[in-house]
């Protein structure tokens, strides 16, 4: 079993940055993890991820705006989030993809408003 706590979510004006954490309770060397969100009403789709060996993909809404990163020794995942839009505004999670499990985080409500 693998939890996963994410931190840094809030209220931020349009325009701002947030970043998010997400720490694991084992080590994250070499894993796949990424973030996904979910707005009211809407389906859970995927913001970015990064894979075993580093490569990173990002949905073409966030592309030049977020950037995903890992500090393996820390076991932390981090979306730094720049040029905040209203349509971010969502509750973002942390996967992560163990061979046969996917897990995830509780989830950090995101809200861009002016």
């Known amino acids: 079993q693998v939890q996963l706590v994410e931190s840094g979510g809030g209220l931020v004006q349009p325009g701002g940055s947030l970043r998010l954490s997400c720490t694991a309770s084992?080590?994250?060397?070499?894993?796949?993890m990424g973030w996904y969100r979910q707005a009211p009403g809407k389906q859970r789709d995927l913001v970015a991820v990064?894979?075993?060996?580093?490569?990173?993909n990002y949905a073409d809404s966030v592309k030049g705006r977020f950037t995903i990163s890992r500090d393996a020794a820390e076991n932390t995942v981090y979306l730094q989030m720049n040029s905040l839009k209203p349509e971010d505004t969502a509750v973002y999670y942390c996967?992560?993809?163990?061979?046969?499990?996917?897990?995830w985080g509780q989830g950090t409500q995101v809200t861009v408003s002016s």
């Open positions: 996967y992560l993809r163990l061979p046969g499990t996917d897990y």
């Open positions: 084992r080590s994250i060397f070499s894993m796949y």
């Open positions: 990064i894979t075993s060996v580093g490569s990173t």
